[in-house]
Protein backbone atom coordinates (compact mmCIF):
# COMPACT_ATOMS: atom_id res chain seq x y z
CA UNK A 1 0.00 0.00 0.00
CA UNK A 2 1.41 3.27 -0.59
CA UNK A 3 2.38 4.98 2.51
CA UNK A 4 3.28 1.82 4.01
CA UNK A 5 6.76 1.07 5.47
CA UNK A 6 5.90 -2.66 6.01
CA UNK A 7 6.50 -4.15 2.31
CA UNK A 8 8.01 -7.23 2.13
CA UNK A 9 11.86 -7.22 1.38
CA UNK A 10 11.61 -11.03 1.11
CA UNK A 11 10.65 -11.32 -2.24
CA UNK A 12 13.38 -9.22 -3.95
CA UNK A 13 14.96 -11.43 -6.19
CA UNK A 14 17.91 -13.29 -5.31
CA UNK A 15 21.59 -13.16 -7.31
CA UNK A 16 22.12 -16.62 -8.36
CA UNK A 17 25.48 -17.81 -8.88
CA UNK A 18 26.74 -20.52 -10.63
CA UNK A 19 26.19 -23.34 -9.18
CA UNK A 20 22.90 -22.26 -7.98
CA UNK A 21 21.66 -22.24 -4.42
CA UNK A 22 20.16 -25.26 -2.58
CA UNK A 23 17.32 -24.29 -0.62
CA UNK A 24 17.79 -24.24 3.48
CA UNK A 25 16.09 -27.98 4.65
CA UNK A 26 15.58 -29.71 7.51
CA UNK A 27 13.91 -33.20 8.27
CA UNK A 28 10.23 -32.66 7.34
CA UNK A 29 8.07 -31.11 10.36
CA UNK A 30 11.32 -30.04 12.41
CA UNK A 31 11.82 -27.54 14.78
CA UNK A 32 15.26 -26.92 15.49
CA UNK A 33 16.47 -25.86 18.79
CA UNK A 34 17.57 -21.94 18.91
CA UNK A 35 21.04 -20.47 20.76
CA UNK A 36 20.70 -16.94 20.22
CA UNK A 37 24.00 -14.76 21.21
CA UNK A 38 24.51 -10.95 21.19
CA UNK A 39 27.43 -8.73 22.17
CA UNK A 40 26.99 -5.01 22.59
CA UNK A 41 28.90 -2.57 20.44
CA UNK A 42 31.35 -5.02 19.59
CA UNK A 43 33.30 -4.63 15.83
CA UNK A 44 34.50 -7.62 13.88
CA UNK A 45 37.98 -7.66 15.21
CA UNK A 46 37.91 -11.81 16.45
CA UNK A 47 40.83 -14.31 15.76
CA UNK A 48 39.66 -17.18 13.79
CA UNK A 49 36.32 -15.28 12.28
CA UNK A 50 37.91 -12.03 10.97
CA UNK A 51 41.70 -12.54 11.50
CA UNK A 52 42.93 -10.13 14.11
CA UNK A 53 45.68 -13.13 15.26
CA UNK A 54 46.40 -10.62 18.50
CA UNK A 55 43.12 -11.23 19.96
CA UNK A 56 42.03 -13.76 22.77
CA UNK A 57 38.78 -14.94 21.34
CA UNK A 58 38.58 -18.97 22.02
CA UNK A 59 34.78 -19.13 22.61
CA UNK A 60 33.99 -17.10 19.49
CA UNK A 61 37.08 -18.88 17.36
CA UNK A 62 35.41 -22.54 18.33
CA UNK A 63 32.14 -21.21 16.89
CA UNK A 64 33.86 -19.62 13.48
CA UNK A 65 35.53 -23.00 13.04
CA UNK A 66 32.52 -25.03 13.28
CA UNK A 67 29.76 -22.41 11.70
CA UNK A 68 29.22 -20.08 8.62
CA UNK A 69 31.19 -16.42 9.16
CA UNK A 70 29.83 -13.28 7.41
CA UNK A 71 32.96 -10.91 6.32
CA UNK A 72 30.06 -8.25 5.13
CA UNK A 73 27.06 -7.90 7.60
CA UNK A 74 26.13 -4.51 9.02
CA UNK A 75 23.50 -3.24 11.45
CA UNK A 76 21.15 -1.25 9.90
CA UNK A 77 21.79 2.02 12.49
CA UNK A 78 24.69 2.45 15.09
CA UNK A 79 23.08 2.76 18.42
CA UNK A 80 22.49 0.51 20.44
CA UNK A 81 18.22 1.02 20.68
CA UNK A 82 17.69 1.79 17.21
CA UNK A 83 19.71 -1.52 16.09
CA UNK A 84 18.39 -4.05 18.55
CA UNK A 85 14.43 -2.51 18.11
CA UNK A 86 14.84 -3.21 14.70
CA UNK A 87 16.61 -6.77 14.47
CA UNK A 88 14.83 -7.68 17.33
CA UNK A 89 10.99 -7.33 15.70
CA UNK A 90 12.64 -7.77 11.70
CA UNK A 91 11.69 -4.32 10.74
CA UNK A 92 13.70 -1.15 9.55
CA UNK A 93 14.54 1.43 11.74
CA UNK A 94 12.17 3.95 9.60
CA UNK A 95 9.48 1.12 10.44
CA UNK A 96 9.91 0.93 13.90
CA UNK A 97 10.18 4.70 14.53
CA UNK A 98 13.11 4.60 16.84
CA UNK A 99 16.20 6.84 16.11
CA UNK A 100 16.71 7.65 19.95
CA UNK A 101 15.97 6.52 23.58
CA UNK A 102 12.72 7.35 23.91
CA UNK A 103 10.58 5.17 21.60
CA UNK A 104 10.45 1.78 21.06
CA UNK A 105 8.77 -0.30 18.27
CA UNK A 106 5.44 -1.20 20.25
CA UNK A 107 3.98 2.61 20.01
CA UNK A 108 5.08 2.85 16.25
CA UNK A 109 2.82 3.83 13.63
CA UNK A 110 3.86 1.04 11.37
CA UNK A 111 3.29 -1.59 14.48
CA UNK A 112 0.32 -3.70 15.14
CA UNK A 113 -0.11 -4.73 18.87
CA UNK A 114 -2.81 -7.26 17.64
CA UNK A 115 -0.66 -8.66 14.78
CA UNK A 116 2.57 -8.45 14.69
CA UNK A 117 5.24 -10.18 16.29
CA UNK A 118 8.58 -10.16 17.44
CA UNK A 119 11.38 -12.52 16.42
CA UNK A 120 11.14 -15.01 19.83
CA UNK A 121 7.63 -13.72 20.11
CA UNK A 122 7.26 -16.18 16.44
CA UNK A 123 9.55 -18.81 18.13
CA UNK A 124 6.73 -18.79 20.65
CA UNK A 125 3.35 -18.43 18.77
CA UNK A 126 5.29 -21.97 16.84
CA UNK A 127 5.09 -23.56 20.31
CA UNK A 128 8.63 -22.85 21.72
CA UNK A 129 9.75 -22.45 24.81
CA UNK A 130 11.11 -19.26 24.44
CA UNK A 131 13.81 -17.92 27.34
CA UNK A 132 16.52 -14.97 27.63
CA UNK A 133 19.00 -13.43 29.63
CA UNK A 134 20.88 -9.99 29.01
CA UNK A 135 20.64 -7.33 26.97
CA UNK A 136 18.87 -8.58 23.82
CA UNK A 137 16.16 -5.95 23.58
CA UNK A 138 17.57 -2.36 24.87
CA UNK A 139 16.94 -1.84 28.10
CA UNK A 140 13.13 -0.69 29.26
CA UNK A 141 12.64 -0.32 25.31
CA UNK A 142 10.44 -2.04 25.09
CA UNK A 143 9.20 -2.11 28.41
CA UNK A 144 9.75 -5.57 31.09
CA UNK A 145 11.97 -6.74 27.96
CA UNK A 146 8.62 -7.35 26.47
CA UNK A 147 7.61 -9.64 28.49
CA UNK A 148 4.72 -11.27 28.16
CA UNK A 149 4.60 -11.05 24.67
CA UNK A 150 8.16 -12.47 23.76
CA UNK A 151 9.06 -14.74 26.11
CA UNK A 152 7.54 -18.34 27.84
CA UNK A 153 6.33 -17.84 31.41
CA UNK A 154 8.10 -21.10 32.62
CA UNK A 155 10.96 -18.60 33.28
CA UNK A 156 11.21 -15.05 34.17
CA UNK A 157 13.26 -13.26 31.53
CA UNK A 158 17.29 -12.35 33.51
CA UNK A 159 17.15 -8.79 32.90
CA UNK A 160 20.30 -7.19 32.19
CA UNK A 161 23.17 -5.91 34.87
CA UNK A 162 21.54 -8.12 37.34
CA UNK A 163 24.29 -9.10 40.37
CA UNK A 164 27.10 -6.73 38.63
CA UNK A 165 25.09 -4.09 38.05
CA UNK A 166 26.38 -1.43 35.36
CA UNK A 167 30.14 -2.09 36.97
CA UNK A 168 31.40 1.30 37.06
CA UNK A 169 32.45 0.40 41.20
CA UNK A 170 35.59 -1.30 40.60
CA UNK A 171 37.44 1.15 42.01
CA UNK A 172 35.23 0.79 45.36
CA UNK A 173 35.19 -2.95 44.96
CA UNK A 174 38.83 -3.19 44.91
CA UNK A 175 41.22 -0.21 45.15
CA UNK A 176 42.62 -1.22 42.27
CA UNK A 177 42.24 0.95 39.00
CA UNK A 178 44.76 1.88 36.40
CA UNK A 179 45.12 5.15 35.16
CA UNK A 180 44.09 6.47 32.91
CA UNK A 181 40.48 7.23 35.52
CA UNK A 182 37.90 8.68 33.02
CA UNK A 183 35.16 10.11 33.81
CA UNK A 184 32.49 7.63 34.34
CA UNK A 185 34.80 5.37 34.79
CA UNK A 186 35.76 4.31 31.22
CA UNK A 187 39.05 2.38 32.16
CA UNK A 188 39.20 0.16 35.43
CA UNK A 189 41.14 -2.96 36.07
CA UNK A 190 40.27 -5.24 38.84
CA UNK A 191 42.64 -7.89 39.45
CA UNK A 192 40.91 -11.52 40.92
CA UNK A 193 44.21 -13.73 40.34
CA UNK A 194 43.08 -17.71 40.01
CA UNK A 195 45.54 -20.80 40.97
CA UNK A 196 46.12 -21.44 37.34
CA UNK A 197 47.03 -17.88 36.56
CA UNK A 198 44.23 -17.10 35.11
CA UNK A 199 41.42 -14.87 37.16
CA UNK A 200 38.13 -15.49 39.38
CA UNK A 201 35.16 -14.99 37.35
CA UNK A 202 32.09 -14.27 39.76
CA UNK A 203 29.28 -12.18 41.03
CA UNK A 204 31.13 -8.99 40.47
CA UNK A 205 30.43 -9.09 36.68
CA UNK A 206 26.81 -8.78 35.04
CA UNK A 207 27.77 -10.98 32.35
CA UNK A 208 28.84 -13.47 34.32
CA UNK A 209 25.70 -13.77 36.17
CA UNK A 210 23.54 -13.57 32.96
CA UNK A 211 25.88 -15.94 31.68
CA UNK A 212 25.22 -18.85 34.20
CA UNK A 213 21.41 -18.01 34.18
CA UNK A 214 21.67 -18.92 30.80
CA UNK A 215 23.48 -21.92 31.29
CA UNK A 216 20.64 -23.45 33.72
CA UNK A 217 18.39 -22.52 31.10
CA UNK A 218 19.66 -24.74 28.58
CA UNK A 219 19.89 -27.69 30.97
CA UNK A 220 16.20 -27.07 31.87
CA UNK A 221 15.12 -26.45 28.16
CA UNK A 222 16.60 -29.46 26.79
CA UNK A 223 15.93 -31.34 29.07
CA UNK A 224 12.31 -30.78 28.19
CA UNK A 225 13.31 -31.23 24.77
CA UNK A 226 14.53 -34.62 24.91
CA UNK A 227 11.24 -35.84 27.01
CA UNK A 228 8.67 -33.96 24.97
CA UNK A 229 10.21 -32.86 21.95
CA UNK A 230 9.95 -28.82 22.75
CA UNK A 231 12.14 -27.03 21.05
CA UNK A 232 13.68 -24.27 22.76
CA UNK A 233 14.64 -20.75 21.70
CA UNK A 234 17.17 -19.32 24.43
CA UNK A 235 19.04 -15.60 23.92
CA UNK A 236 21.88 -14.32 25.78
CA UNK A 237 22.47 -10.97 25.30
CA UNK A 238 25.46 -9.63 27.08
CA UNK A 239 27.07 -6.17 27.86
CA UNK A 240 30.74 -6.39 26.66
CA UNK A 241 32.97 -4.72 25.30
CA UNK A 242 30.02 -1.97 25.85
CA UNK A 243 31.63 1.01 28.10
CA UNK A 244 32.90 1.14 31.06
CA UNK A 245 35.41 -1.13 30.37
CA UNK A 246 35.54 -2.43 33.82
CA UNK A 247 37.93 -5.72 33.24
CA UNK A 248 39.93 -8.01 35.09
CA UNK A 249 43.81 -7.53 34.71
CA UNK A 250 44.36 -11.01 32.90
CA UNK A 251 42.52 -9.58 30.27
CA UNK A 252 43.81 -6.25 30.61
CA UNK A 253 47.44 -7.31 30.29
CA UNK A 254 46.87 -8.81 26.68
CA UNK A 255 47.02 -5.89 24.99
CA UNK A 256 48.56 -3.37 27.09
CA UNK A 257 52.59 -2.40 28.05
CA UNK A 258 54.52 -4.59 25.39
CA UNK A 259 51.73 -6.36 24.27
CA UNK A 260 49.60 -3.36 22.65
CA UNK A 261 49.04 -3.12 19.16
CA UNK A 262 49.75 -0.30 17.45
CA UNK A 263 47.78 2.97 17.56
CA UNK A 264 44.99 3.36 14.61
CA UNK A 265 46.73 4.67 11.50
CA UNK A 266 44.07 6.99 10.06
CA UNK A 267 44.24 9.43 13.33
CA UNK A 268 42.34 11.91 11.93
CA UNK A 269 38.72 12.65 10.17
CA UNK A 270 38.64 11.22 6.26
CA UNK A 271 39.96 14.06 4.26
CA UNK A 272 36.37 16.56 2.58
CA UNK A 273 34.51 15.22 5.22
CA UNK A 274 31.26 17.08 6.24
CA UNK A 275 30.34 18.60 9.62
CA UNK A 276 27.33 16.15 9.91
CA UNK A 277 28.95 12.69 9.23
CA UNK A 278 31.30 13.46 12.53
CA UNK A 279 30.45 13.85 16.17
CA UNK A 280 32.49 15.39 18.71
CA UNK A 281 31.13 13.47 21.75
CA UNK A 282 31.10 10.48 23.53
CA UNK A 283 27.60 9.45 25.29
CA UNK A 284 27.01 13.17 25.69
CA UNK A 285 30.81 14.07 26.98
CA UNK A 286 32.47 16.87 25.36
CA UNK A 287 35.27 16.43 26.72
CA UNK A 288 37.90 13.22 28.45
CA UNK A 289 38.97 14.10 31.95
CA UNK A 290 42.29 12.50 32.71
CA UNK A 291 44.13 11.54 36.16
CA UNK A 292 47.47 11.64 33.79
CA UNK A 293 49.59 8.84 31.94
CA UNK A 294 50.55 5.75 34.08
CA UNK A 295 52.48 6.38 37.09
CA UNK A 296 51.84 10.27 37.30
CA UNK A 297 50.10 10.50 40.69
CA UNK A 298 46.60 11.45 40.57
CA UNK A 299 47.33 14.32 42.82
CA UNK A 300 48.60 16.41 40.45
CA UNK A 301 45.28 16.67 39.00
CA UNK A 302 42.99 15.90 36.00
CA UNK A 303 44.21 16.82 32.62
CA UNK A 304 40.92 17.68 29.97
CA UNK A 305 40.94 16.92 26.06
CA UNK A 306 38.40 17.94 24.46
CA UNK A 307 37.26 15.39 22.06
CA UNK A 308 38.53 15.43 18.65
CA UNK A 309 36.61 17.49 16.05
CA UNK A 310 36.92 17.34 12.01
CA UNK A 311 40.89 17.91 11.12
CA UNK A 312 41.52 17.78 15.00
CA UNK A 313 42.76 14.82 17.23
CA UNK A 314 44.07 16.16 20.89
CA UNK A 315 43.80 12.58 22.25
CA UNK A 316 47.18 11.75 23.23
CA UNK A 317 48.57 8.69 22.20
CA UNK A 318 49.14 6.93 25.78
CA UNK A 319 45.50 7.38 26.08
CA UNK A 320 44.20 6.00 22.96
CA UNK A 321 46.88 2.77 24.04
CA UNK A 322 44.82 2.12 27.39
CA UNK A 323 41.31 3.28 26.02
CA UNK A 324 42.11 0.30 23.07
CA UNK A 325 43.48 -2.30 25.54
CA UNK A 326 40.53 -1.47 27.66
CA UNK A 327 38.27 -2.47 24.61
CA UNK A 328 39.78 -5.40 23.80
CA UNK A 329 40.20 -6.71 27.15
CA UNK A 330 36.25 -6.19 27.59
CA UNK A 331 35.42 -7.95 24.21
CA UNK A 332 37.74 -11.01 25.50
CA UNK A 333 36.07 -10.81 28.40
CA UNK A 334 32.68 -10.86 26.51
CA UNK A 335 33.80 -13.78 24.77
CA UNK A 336 34.65 -15.60 27.88
CA UNK A 337 31.34 -15.44 29.23
CA UNK A 338 29.67 -16.31 25.84
CA UNK A 339 31.66 -19.51 26.38
CA UNK A 340 30.20 -20.03 29.54
CA UNK A 341 26.84 -20.95 27.20
CA UNK A 342 28.65 -22.52 24.92
CA UNK A 343 29.45 -24.96 27.00
CA UNK A 344 26.59 -26.02 28.51
CA UNK A 345 24.83 -26.00 25.38
CA UNK A 346 27.27 -28.37 24.83
CA UNK A 347 27.21 -30.29 27.64
CA UNK A 348 23.46 -31.11 27.08
CA UNK A 349 24.38 -33.00 24.41
CA UNK A 350 22.01 -31.02 21.80
CA UNK A 351 25.02 -28.70 19.92
CA UNK A 352 24.69 -31.51 17.26
CA UNK A 353 20.94 -30.57 16.41
CA UNK A 354 21.14 -26.70 17.71
CA UNK A 355 21.21 -23.76 15.20
CA UNK A 356 23.33 -21.18 17.22
CA UNK A 357 23.84 -17.32 16.04
CA UNK A 358 26.38 -14.96 17.25
CA UNK A 359 26.24 -11.44 16.09
CA UNK A 360 26.48 -7.86 17.96
CA UNK A 361 24.08 -4.66 17.60
CA UNK A 362 26.47 -2.45 16.24
CA UNK A 363 30.39 -1.75 15.56
CA UNK A 364 32.67 0.65 17.41
CA UNK A 365 35.65 2.88 16.56
CA UNK A 366 38.88 2.93 18.62
CA UNK A 367 40.51 6.12 17.06
CA UNK A 368 39.89 5.32 13.71
CA UNK A 369 39.28 8.91 12.16
CA UNK A 370 39.83 10.43 15.39
CA UNK A 371 36.37 8.71 16.04
CA UNK A 372 35.44 7.17 19.45
CA UNK A 373 32.77 4.83 19.83
CA UNK A 374 29.78 4.33 17.68
CA UNK A 375 27.75 7.17 16.54
CA UNK A 376 28.55 7.49 12.93
CA UNK A 377 27.54 5.60 9.42
CA UNK A 378 31.44 5.19 8.50
CA UNK A 379 32.38 1.22 8.05
CA UNK A 380 33.54 0.84 11.48
CA UNK A 381 30.59 1.87 13.57
CA UNK A 382 28.10 -0.29 10.90
CA UNK A 383 30.23 -3.61 10.14
CA UNK A 384 29.32 -6.01 12.98
CA UNK A 385 30.45 -9.60 13.15
CA UNK A 386 28.00 -12.47 12.36
CA UNK A 387 28.70 -16.40 13.17
CA UNK A 388 25.96 -18.68 12.35
CA UNK A 389 26.32 -22.75 13.35
CA UNK A 390 23.92 -25.32 11.35
CA UNK A 391 25.79 -28.38 11.86
CA UNK A 392 23.20 -30.34 9.90
CA UNK A 393 24.16 -28.40 6.71
CA UNK A 394 27.01 -30.42 4.86
CA UNK A 395 30.15 -28.13 4.35
CA UNK A 396 28.95 -25.26 6.25
CA UNK A 397 31.31 -25.32 9.18
CA UNK A 398 34.53 -23.27 9.09
CA UNK A 399 33.15 -21.22 5.64
CA UNK A 400 33.11 -17.24 4.74
CA UNK A 401 30.62 -15.69 2.94
CA UNK A 402 31.08 -12.48 1.45
CA UNK A 403 27.96 -11.98 0.35
CA UNK A 404 26.38 -8.77 1.87
CA UNK A 405 23.85 -9.10 4.96
CA UNK A 406 22.09 -7.13 7.79
CA UNK A 407 20.77 -7.32 11.33
CA UNK A 408 17.49 -7.14 9.82
CA UNK A 409 18.01 -9.84 7.65
CA UNK A 410 18.12 -12.07 11.21
CA UNK A 411 14.39 -13.07 11.32
CA UNK A 412 13.85 -14.37 8.48
CA UNK A 413 16.95 -16.01 8.26
CA UNK A 414 16.76 -17.70 11.73
CA UNK A 415 13.20 -18.92 11.31
CA UNK A 416 13.97 -20.73 7.73
CA UNK A 417 17.16 -21.94 9.33
CA UNK A 418 15.26 -23.33 12.52
CA UNK A 419 12.68 -25.04 10.20
CA UNK A 420 9.90 -22.80 10.67
CA UNK A 421 7.20 -21.34 8.06
CA UNK A 422 8.62 -17.72 6.57
CA UNK A 423 6.74 -14.73 8.56
CA UNK A 424 4.49 -12.80 6.80
CA UNK A 425 4.79 -10.07 4.65
CA UNK A 426 5.33 -8.00 7.29
CA UNK A 427 8.51 -8.44 7.88
CA UNK A 428 11.33 -6.87 6.60
CA UNK A 429 14.70 -8.50 5.39
CA UNK A 430 15.92 -11.00 3.33
CA UNK A 431 16.17 -14.89 4.12
CA UNK A 432 19.92 -15.27 3.94
CA UNK A 433 19.98 -18.91 4.93
CA UNK A 434 21.17 -20.36 1.53
CA UNK A 435 24.43 -18.95 2.13
CA UNK A 436 25.63 -21.62 4.32
CA UNK A 437 24.51 -24.27 1.41
CA UNK A 438 26.35 -22.16 -0.83
CA UNK A 439 28.63 -19.58 1.14
CA UNK A 440 30.11 -18.18 -2.67
CA UNK A 441 26.47 -16.97 -3.58
CA UNK A 442 25.03 -13.79 -3.26
CA UNK A 443 22.15 -12.85 -1.92
CA UNK A 444 22.72 -9.28 -0.89
CA UNK A 445 24.60 -7.08 -3.77
CA UNK A 446 24.92 -3.78 -0.74
CA UNK A 447 23.98 -3.50 2.66
CA UNK A 448 22.25 -0.23 3.95
CA UNK A 449 22.79 1.94 7.52
CA UNK A 450 21.51 5.02 8.57
CA UNK A 451 21.99 7.41 11.46
CA UNK A 452 19.69 10.52 13.02
CA UNK A 453 21.80 13.78 13.65
CA UNK A 454 20.86 16.52 16.17
CA UNK A 455 23.68 19.95 16.36
CA UNK A 456 24.13 21.14 19.74
CA UNK A 457 20.72 18.74 20.97
CA UNK A 458 22.48 15.95 22.67
CA UNK A 459 21.61 16.77 26.27
CA UNK A 460 18.38 17.35 25.51
CA UNK A 461 16.30 19.84 26.61
CA UNK A 462 19.43 22.09 27.23
CA UNK A 463 20.38 23.05 23.63
CA UNK A 464 23.66 24.93 22.83
CA UNK A 465 22.65 27.59 20.21
CA UNK A 466 24.62 27.76 16.98
CA UNK A 467 26.67 24.70 17.37
CA UNK A 468 28.31 23.75 14.65
CA UNK A 469 27.13 20.61 12.62
CA UNK A 470 29.72 18.03 14.68
CA UNK A 471 29.00 19.15 18.40
CA UNK A 472 27.29 17.01 20.63
CA UNK A 473 25.51 16.11 17.82
CA UNK A 474 23.45 12.96 18.51
CA UNK A 475 19.53 12.11 19.11
CA UNK A 476 19.51 9.71 22.19
CA UNK A 477 17.55 12.03 24.14
CA UNK A 478 15.81 14.27 21.37
CA UNK A 479 11.87 14.16 20.66
CA UNK A 480 11.35 12.01 17.29
CA UNK A 481 10.00 15.81 15.78
CA UNK A 482 12.91 17.85 16.74
CA UNK A 483 15.63 15.46 14.97
CA UNK A 484 17.42 17.94 12.74
CA UNK A 485 18.98 15.11 9.74
CA UNK A 486 18.67 11.35 8.71
CA UNK A 487 22.11 10.37 6.98
CA UNK A 488 21.24 7.30 5.09
CA UNK A 489 24.10 4.86 3.93
CA UNK A 490 24.69 2.35 1.36
CA UNK A 491 27.77 -0.36 0.73
CA UNK A 492 28.57 -2.14 -2.07
CA UNK A 493 31.29 -4.02 -2.59
CA UNK A 494 32.79 -0.49 -4.61
CA UNK A 495 32.24 2.36 -2.71
CA UNK A 496 30.09 3.59 0.69
CA UNK A 497 27.95 5.95 0.17
CA UNK A 498 26.35 8.59 2.28
CA UNK A 499 23.57 11.05 1.95
CA UNK A 500 22.32 13.51 4.78
CA UNK A 501 18.82 14.31 4.35
CA UNK A 502 17.06 17.29 6.69
CA UNK A 503 14.37 15.66 8.41
CA UNK A 504 11.00 16.83 8.81
CA UNK A 505 9.54 17.01 12.26
CA UNK A 506 6.16 16.98 11.55
CA UNK A 507 5.77 13.82 9.65
CA UNK A 508 8.37 12.02 11.31
CA UNK A 509 10.42 11.77 7.30
CA UNK A 510 13.05 12.77 5.58
CA UNK A 511 12.74 15.78 2.95
CA UNK A 512 13.78 13.88 0.22
CA UNK A 513 12.79 16.30 -2.67
CA UNK A 514 15.16 18.74 -0.57
CA UNK A 515 17.80 16.95 -1.86
CA UNK A 516 20.96 15.90 0.90
CA UNK A 517 21.05 19.34 2.20
CA UNK A 518 23.51 18.48 4.80
CA UNK A 519 26.40 16.86 2.98
CA UNK A 520 27.14 13.46 1.34
CA UNK A 521 30.07 11.20 0.87
CA UNK A 522 31.62 8.48 -1.22
CA UNK A 523 34.17 6.57 -0.31
CA UNK A 524 35.85 4.25 -2.43
CA UNK A 525 36.35 0.95 -1.61
CA UNK A 526 37.00 -1.78 -4.64
CA UNK A 527 37.61 -4.92 -2.14
CA UNK A 528 39.48 -7.52 -3.57
CA UNK A 529 39.10 -9.58 -0.04
CA UNK A 530 37.20 -9.53 2.74
CA UNK A 531 39.43 -11.59 4.89
CA UNK A 532 41.58 -10.37 7.15
CA UNK A 533 39.46 -6.93 7.64
CA UNK A 534 41.58 -3.73 7.12
CA UNK A 535 41.22 -1.80 10.14
CA UNK A 536 43.28 1.26 8.84
CA UNK A 537 42.91 1.69 4.67
CA UNK A 538 38.98 2.48 4.37
CA UNK A 539 36.97 5.67 3.95
CA UNK A 540 40.08 7.74 4.37
CA UNK A 541 38.90 10.64 1.39
CA UNK A 542 35.51 11.52 0.65
CA UNK A 543 35.62 11.83 -3.59
CA UNK A 544 31.71 12.62 -3.53
CA UNK A 545 32.69 16.00 -5.74
CA UNK A 546 35.75 14.24 -7.53
CA UNK A 547 33.81 14.22 -11.40
CA UNK A 548 35.24 10.53 -12.06
CA UNK A 549 33.07 9.28 -9.65
CA UNK A 550 29.85 11.26 -11.19
CA UNK A 551 28.27 8.06 -12.01
CA UNK A 552 28.98 6.31 -9.29
CA UNK A 553 27.38 8.63 -6.84
CA UNK A 554 24.01 8.98 -8.89
CA UNK A 555 23.80 4.85 -8.91
CA UNK A 556 24.56 4.67 -5.45
CA UNK A 557 22.07 7.73 -3.97
CA UNK A 558 19.57 5.88 -6.94
CA UNK A 559 20.10 2.95 -4.15
CA UNK A 560 19.56 4.59 -1.10
CA UNK A 561 16.33 6.06 -2.59
CA UNK A 562 14.81 2.92 -3.98
CA UNK A 563 15.62 1.09 -0.61
CA UNK A 564 13.90 3.70 1.58
CA UNK A 565 12.08 6.66 -0.03
CA UNK A 566 8.05 5.87 0.68
CA UNK A 567 6.15 5.65 -2.77
CA UNK A 568 3.58 7.98 -0.38
CA UNK A 569 3.21 9.57 2.79
CA UNK A 570 4.08 8.36 5.81
CA UNK A 571 2.09 8.09 8.59
CA UNK A 572 3.39 10.67 11.02
CA UNK A 573 5.42 10.77 14.26
CA UNK A 574 5.85 7.75 16.56
CA UNK A 575 3.51 7.90 19.75
CA UNK A 576 5.51 8.89 23.46
CA UNK A 577 5.27 6.04 25.32
CA UNK A 578 2.83 6.15 28.26
CA UNK A 579 5.57 4.07 30.30
CA UNK A 580 8.73 6.16 29.39
CA UNK A 581 9.18 6.65 33.05
CA UNK A 582 9.00 3.20 34.22
CA UNK A 583 12.66 3.22 34.13
CA UNK A 584 15.92 4.61 32.83
CA UNK A 585 17.86 3.20 29.22
CA UNK A 586 20.88 2.66 31.42
CA UNK A 587 22.45 4.30 28.37
CA UNK A 588 22.29 7.34 30.10
CA UNK A 589 24.22 5.49 33.39
CA UNK A 590 28.11 5.94 31.30
Known amino acids: LAGDRTISM ?131 KPPKNDEPFSWSPDHAYVPPYVGGGWNTSCAVASGASISPNVAKGWVCVEEHPAPDGTFTDGLQYADYNESVETAKMLRMAAAEYKSSGKPFFIGLGVTKPHASWNVDKYFFDMYSGANAPPLAGNQYSPRNVPDIAFTAELDGQ ?63 GLQQETLVIFTADHGYQLGEHSEWAKHTNFE ?35 ASLAGLDAPGSRVQGEDQSALLHNPAATVRTASYSQYSRCPGMRNWPTIIPNAPLWMMNNCETVPAPNITAMGYTVRTAVARYTAWFAFDGASCTPKWTAGPVFGRELYIHNETATFPIDWDGKENENVVEDPAYKDLVTEHHALILKRYQLPGPGRGCPGVPTDRDAGPSLEDFF
Not at 96 to 108: D, G
Not at 326 to 345: F, K, P
Request: aromatic share 10%; glycine share 8%.
Open 380 to 414: LATHVPLIIRAPWIPGSAGKHTSSFTELVDLYRTI
Open 10 to 140: ATTALHIAAGGLLLACTAAGTKRPVLFLVSDDMRPQLNVAYGSKFMHTPNLDRLAASGTVFDRHYTNFAICSASRNSFMTGRMPDTTQVWNFIQHFRVSKYWDNATDVTMPGYFKQAGYLTLGAGKLFHPN
Open 286 to 348: ANFSLTGPPGIPDSQGPAIYPLPSPGNNPIPGWFQRDMRAGYWAALSMADHHLGIALDALDET
